[in-house]
């Protein structure tokens, strides 16, 4: 679960900026309050703000440190990432930071880099007054000095290998974080927690992201299917039930096509649990190739609706509008949030989905008590601005300055009062975060 995140120098962020889920006084839906021993912090959040203000570039700085996790390394070109509306900002280099809560375990964990070199490189397990060091790397004038947790060097096969470590084995563009679990997971275990946490618990969804072979997922997981053929007809969308077709590959694909069928073959036989998926652009539909029992078989998602005679009639995903296929996407999301312990960042929530259905998706979840993970989402959809929905430490908005640089804070920093309509105030100006346009006829657009 994450606790906070600080950007500093990078994409609209000039200052440090911090953004975090941490409570207020507030007593309103309480079960949204999550306490860990030293911490508390909350299971959503709500991000708002006029286009460009800011909002996206948050999930985007998350996403970039969670890549250079995945990667090992800072990607070429981070100078391109900088501030660009002050030139001094080119000569600073930038910083990333997140703050989470993991295996029993609240972890910090931040890096700064200019170029491809990395200058400091730093992880602690969190505690209120004193930290624990697990490993800090600092790199002054090209060279590296790297100290782990105390009392770790007084072994001299140890000390000998952070010698070894700072001069040969790792580079100034590697991440010592990724290194570590992948070469010497057993010896540093905390390390391992925090690279298992961006590898498996973190999950990012921009706007246009979809899972990726959801029929083979639907099929797969009964739980999952499930909780689909709860969601999707409720919801108003004409759908009866969620089904998957399942075929044998040679039925599926024409005879023109047996050589790419052939081509299928080879890969999945060299991957034997990998899928392919292909997407069919014109129509919008997907297929999944995968092996099952040693045969090649096609699985596609088949919507099934109720025509005025009362019999049921079947719809390819592609036949299905942009909302309907949007909220067939979240099915894996939106169940992980209920039933996984992990962090799903979603931007642009409401993507071509009606806002009384966004909302009733939200309601749901922020009233039940037993959500087990953390849902952090942007949005410009101002009917979630309901404290029957959301807290006010749970809703943030994004501005720009003068400068052009986003500012980020929270509507708990304004004094609301639990009956007040904020979203009335929001759209009146009252707290921020919304566009602020010309005069039409200005623009001699009358």
């Not at 962020?13 to 309480?30: A, D, G, I, V, W």
């Not at 999950?203 to 099929?219: C, F, Q, R, T, Y």
């Not at 708990?412 to 639990?418: G, P």
């Amino acid at each position: 679960m994450i606790i906070r995140f600080v950007a500093k120098n990078i994409f609209s962020f000039k200052e440090e900026t911090e953004f975090n889920l941490l409570p207020n006084k507030t007593q309103r839906l309480s079960h949204h309050k999550i306490n860990i021993g030293e911490f508390d912090f909350l299971r959503f959040s709500a991000i708002y703000g006029a286009n460009g203000a800011g909002k996206s570039n948050l999930i985007k700085a998350i996403t970039l440190l969670d890549s250079f996790v995945e990667k090992g390394k800072i990607v070429n070109g981070a100078n391109n990432l900088k501030f660009k509306l002050d030139k001094e900002s080119s000569n600073i280099p930038i910083s990333l930071a997140i703050e989470f809560y993991f295996n029993s375990k609240v972890y910090y964990y931040t890096i700064t880099f200019d170029e491809n070199v990395i200058l400091h490189e730093y992880l602690a397990e969190s505690h209120k007054k004193n930290d624990i060091l697990v490993f800090e790397r600092v790199v002054e004038n090209g060279i590296q000095k790297i100290q782990f947790f105390e009392g770790y060097d007084n072994d001299k096969k140890n000390k000998l290998f952070v010698e070894v470590l700072e001069e040969k084995l790792i580079s100034q563009k590697e991440l010592l974080l990724t290194f570590l679990s992948k070469k010497y997971p057993d010896e540093f275990r905390d390390v391992k927690n925090v690279y298992d946490w961006f590898d498996t618990m973190l999950v990012i969804i921009s706007p246009e992201a979809k899972p990726g072979g959801i029929a083979h997922i639907l099929d797969i997981d009964v739980k999952i299917k499930e909780f689909a053929n709860k969601l999707i007809p409720s919801l108003n969308t004409g759908i009866s039930k969620i089904e998957i077709e399942k075929k044998k590959a040679e039925e599926f694909v024409s005879k023109n096509d047996i050589k790419v069928l052939k081509e299928i073959t080879d890969d999945l036989k060299n991957e034997p649990n990998a899928i392919s998926v292909f997407n069919n652009q014109e129509t919008g539909d997907e297929v999944c190739f995968t092996i099952e029992d040693g045969e090649v078989i096609t699985k596609r998602l088949v919507t099934n609706h109720i025509n005025n005679e009362g019999n049921k009639v079947p719809f390819t995903l592609g036949e299905e509008s942009d909302g309907t296929r949007r909220l067939i996407d979240y099915i894996p999301a939106l169940e992980g949030v209920i039933d996984a312990n992990r962090v799903y960042l979603i931007d642009e929530i409401e993507r071509s989905i009606h806002p009384i259905t966004i909302k009733e998706i939200i309601k749901k979840l922020s009233l039940d008590e037993n959500v087990k993970g953390q849902l952090i989402f942007t949005t410009h959809e101002s009917n979630l601005l309901d404290q029957e929905i959301l807290r006010p430490d749970e809703i943030w908005f994004a501005q720009k300055d003068i400068d052009g640089a986003s500012k980020l804070y929270s509507l708990s920093d304004f004094k609301i009062h639990n009956t007040i309509d904020i979203e009335n105030g929001y759209l009146n100006g009252r707290y921020g975060g919304i566009p602020f346009l010309s005069n039409l006829k200005d623009l001699n657009w009358e």
